[in-house]
């Protein structure tokens, strides 16, 4: 049974989820079948959801029937039950969350049933809770379809003189697909970037145009949200469509549920990381705004677990632009909202880096030598900050060490094309460095021209830097 589909529901439901769950079991509207509920019972209490012994069918079959023989069919009858009678408590749950939703199908069934006052009171029920909601995505428009629609469909009953409410059903209708298809064009292209793979964005540049005939449309901030993103990330030399993006991420942000931000943040700073790779001056402040503004309003947050990627990308982007002590207090702040399982290593790595940045490298030292990572390119990141240490404090030895240990890695890890020629590029311009003649301009010249044509390089201004210096 461990590893059966019911096993793997009951291990994601929380505390409340198994009080709610035991009524619905327990109710005779939603299972009549006493084995199914000594089952629930059964997997609910001590710990045998997570013993193997606990989950073996025979013990569990033993539980729920004393007094009857192993059966297999009779077990796997009794599972199979018990999961339907779950998942359509799943449903209703997930359902019911949806208020104007769920008024709009009881609204469908009482004109189905041709209850006409009860119709009418349902949907100024629904309309009033549809206007009270705090979100104006695409979500709120297609319930505001839906809506319409349900009230076209009673009135078109009334008979043929009865004003029918055709063209807000339209209006509705156009709203919640611009937003949709804008959104989803949005998260393609992003995809399409990272997995180099190529979508059809069927009929998108007609509803472009629609948009752009049509600039009242723009007034709705899930249409200009998504329009000015997909805008800003197919014509990225465009920094227009950026800078109204960003104006309306900041204006009306609050009018997106906090998942959605995330990702429309997220979808941003990779606009402005293109452009810093591009060389565009002022980005990496631009970015550094933006993590600012989403750590604020708790926007990177899921589930109350920040992740250890957004973690280290927002102290990156502090650290590029010198600002010290607010990485500090960001990295003790934000510290426990990391998984428990990467804290302590973040943290120190992190703590490491911004001693390193502030060119405290005893500091910085001591923390990388107590850590132990199992993340290859953190384990890389690490090698070669220590690197850059060791070659400016002159530490030859322990550089010549490292570099040597740096190559074996490299060849025992499983490492990216891209990463595993970048840090091999890294090592290779370090060794020519350390072979260069301090006096010989011309092979330093040569070198510099080197390094500012090779790609990957990440370490390119370092390296340059440290050539100046020859």
């Known amino acids: 049974m461990e590893k059966s589909n019911l096993v793997s529901i009951f291990r994601v439901l929380d505390k ?14 939603h299972n009549l079948r006493q084995d199914v509920s000594d089952l629930f019972e059964y997997l609910v209490s001590g710990q045998h959801l997570f013993s193997e012994k606990q989950l073996e069918k025979a013990r569990v079959f033993q ?8 059966s297999d069919a009779e077990m796997r009858q009794a599972m199979h039950f018990l999961l339907r009678v779950i998942e359509n408590f799943l449903v209703y749950n997930e359902l019911s969350k949806d208020e104007v939703r769920s008024q709009t199908i009881l609204a469908k069934v009482y004109r189905k049933r041709q209850l006409p006052k009860l119709f009418q009171k349902t949907m100024e029920v629904g309309q009033g809770i549809q206007q009270q909601q705090p979100y104006r995505n695409h979500q709120y428009f297609e319930n505001e379809y839906f809506l319409q629609f349900e009230q076209y469909t009673y009135l078109s009953g009334l008979g043929r003189n009865t004003p029918l409410n055709l063209q807000e059903v339209s209006d509705a209708n156009d709203v919640a697909y611009l937003a949709n298809k804008l959104q989803l064009s949005c998260i393609m292209l992003s995809h399409q970037a990272v997995f180099k793979t190529t979508y059809k964005l069927q009929i998108l540049n007609e509803l472009l145009g629609h948009v752009e005939r049509n600039p009242q449309l723009l007034e709705v901030p899930a249409i200009a949200i998504y329009y000015h993103q997909y805008q800003a990330m197919t014509r990225p ?3 227009g469509h950026y800078r ?3 104006k309306e991420i900041f204006e009306n942000g609050h009018l997106f549920p906090a998942e959605e931000m995330r990702v429309i943040y997220l979808l941003t700073i990779n606009y402005c990381i293109g452009r810093i790779n591009a060389g565009v001056d002022g980005f990496l402040k631009e970015s550094f705004e933006l993590y600012k503004d989403g750590i604020q309003k708790n926007i990177f947050m899921e589930n109350g677990v920040l992740s250890r990627f957004t973690f280290g990308n927002i102290v990156i982007a502090g650290l590029n632009l010198k600002e010290f002590e607010w990485v500090e207090d960001f990295i003790h702040r934000y510290k426990d909202f990391l998984e428990e399982k990467h804290r302590e290593d973040l943290v120190h790595f992190n703590l490491a880096r911004l001693n390193f940045e502030r060119k405290n490298y005893k500091k910085a030292m001591q923390l990388f030598a107590t850590l132990d990572y199992n993340d290859i390119l953190m384990n890389l990141v690490a090698k070669t900050m220590l690197l850059k240490m060791y070659y ?15 190559k074996t890695y490299l060849q025992r890890k499983k490492v990216m094309g891209y990463h595993k020629d970048n840090y091999k590029n890294i090592i290779l311009y370090t060794k020519k460095m350390l072979k260069m003649a301090h006096y010989d301009k011309e092979q330093i010249q040569k070198l510099k021209q080197e390094v500012e044509a090779t790609n990957p390089l990440t370490e390119r201004k370092w390296l340059l830097a440290q050539l100046d210096k020859l």
């Not at 322990?398 to 240990?405: E, K, R």
């Open 16 to 29: 409340k989820e198994v009080r709610e769950l035991r009524k619905w079991v327990n109710s005779p509207a």
């Open 63 to 70: 539980a729920i029937y004393p007094e009857k023989t192993f």
């Open 237 to 239: 030399d465009e920094e």
């Open 244 to 246: 109204l993006l960003k």
């Open 392 to 406: 400016e404090l002159d530490e030859f030895n322990a550089l010549d060490s490292l570099i040597g240990s740096m």
